[in-house]
């Protein structure tokens, strides 16, 4: 794909419309910038050419999966009345060796934090973030073997951190 002279890209989704606005700063650094006005800079590993100003595409990529998903369990969680008062999710993925290099495992930790939480209901709300609500998780289990585990933290009431 050819970039116009002013090495600027848009990308937009039709529908629930998306937009995202990637400019080229130099190298290969470039300014993301969302339709919601929040700004990224997004950069490529030294051995690339980057400067290492930003995370990568790919991570950014994995990050927005597991805030994805950490967003349905706390919202799951809270509509069912539970008293969540953190929630940590860490993400790990492998790649394929070679060009595409795409995700071929994701594994998410989960670590749920709230005074009294039914077991059941956390695992409930990971499962339907898995398996119904993280359009992110949906589209890469089309790739990715996903697996995840989860901890509860009973006497963690300390709120967000």
Same mark, same amino acid.
């Given at each position: 794909?050819?970039?116009?002279?002013?090495?600027?890209?848009? !990308? @937009? =989704? +039709?529908?629930? @419309?998306? $937009?995202? &606005?990637?400019? +080229? =700063? *130099?190298? =290969?650094?470039?300014?993301?910038?969302?339709?919601?006005?929040? %700004?990224?800079?997004?950069?490529?590993?030294?051995?690339?050419?980057? &400067?290492?100003?930003?995370? $990568?595409?790919? #991570?950014?990529?994995?990050?927005?999966?597991?805030?994805?998903?950490? !967003?349905?369990? /706390? +919202?799951?969680?809270?509509?069912? &009345?539970?008293?969540?008062?953190?929630? /940590?999710?860490?993400? #790990?993925? *492998? &790649?394929?060796?070679?060009?595409?290099?795409? !995700?071929? $495992?994701?594994?998410?930790?989960?670590?749920?934090?709230?005074?009294?939480?039914?077991?059941? @209901?956390? #695992?409930?709300? =990971?499962?339907?973030?898995? #398996?119904?609500?993280?359009? %992110?998780?949906?589209?890469? %289990?089309?790739?990715? *073997?996903?697996?995840? *585990?989860? %901890?509860?933290?009973?006497?963690?009431?300390?709120?967000?951190?």
């Amino acid at each position: 794909m050819d970039l116009p002279s002013n090495k600027l890209a848009e !990308f @937009q =989704v +039709w529908g629930h @419309q998306l $937009r995202v &606005r990637i400019k +080229w =700063v *130099e190298d =290969v650094s470039f300014v993301a910038e969302t339709g919601s006005g929040h %700004a990224i800079v997004v950069d490529g590993s030294p051995d690339a050419g980057g &400067r290492n100003l930003g995370p $990568r595409p790919m #991570e950014l990529v994995l990050a927005g999966t597991a805030a994805c998903t950490a !967003f349905d369990v /706390v +919202w799951i969680l809270k509509k069912a &009345r539970q008293p969540v008062t953190d929630c /940590v999710v860490e993400a #790990e993925a *492998e &790649r394929a060796p070679e060009d595409p290099k795409i !995700f071929t $495992r994701i594994h998410f930790k989960y670590r749920v934090s709230g005074r009294e939480l039914n077991p059941a @209901q956390v #695992e409930r709300a =990971v499962k339907l973030s898995k #398996e119904k609500y993280c359009s %992110a998780t949906l589209m890469l %289990a089309k790739t990715a *073997e996903i697996t995840y *585990e989860v %901890a509860i933290d009973q006497a963690g009431a300390a709120g967000p951190t």
